[in-house]
């Protein structure tokens, strides 16, 4: 176990320990936003203020994929692996816009992995099929 595992695995013992020797009420409490934890230094009385909350912040450069780029890119995929690995790294929205872009229809529920698998099938599976038909 590393350092910090077992350091995080010290702290969490500490806080079930101390939770356990709440009254219910104050578990309550602070589950419900009415209480806080702080945090006192060793050797301080005071508690260390709490920061103030960070803003979230857009992750720069992270440009939206564009699904017709990428429904093109699924059509010349020479194999079902290569368009696996070309759709696994974008997000459920992503694939949805892909599938669109394709005109699949009935995606909204799909779970990722099959979104995946019917998309390789309908694009690269499909043209590869039809092109062994051709050769056979």
Do not use: C, N
């Not at 009420?25 to 806080?36: S, T, V």
């Not at 994929?65 to 699924?74: G, K, W």
């Not at 669109?100 to 590869?128: F, H, N, Q, Y």
Request: aromatic share 2%.
């Amino acid at each position: 176990m590393s350092d910090t595992s077992a350091l995080s695995l010290a702290l969490l013992r500490r806080v079930a320990d101390f939770l356990d020797s709440l009254a219910e009420d104050h578990i309550a409490d602070l589950a419900e936003g009415r209480a806080r934890l702080t945090y006192v230094p060793w050797g301080d009385t005071e508690p260390v203020p709490p920061r103030a909350p960070q803003p979230v912040k857009p992750r720069a450069g992270a440009a939206k994929p564009d699904p017709t780029a990428i429904a093109a890119r699924l059509g010349q995929a020479g194999s079902r692996d290569e368009g696996r690995q070309l759709l696994q790294p974008l997000g459920v929205a992503a694939l949805r816009a892909v599938a669109k872009a394709v005109g699949m229809t009935g995606v909204s529920k799909t779970p990722k992995a099959e979104l995946i698998d019917d998309l390789v099938a309908l694009t690269v599976g499909s043209r590869l099929g039809y092109a062994a038909m051709r050769e056979g």
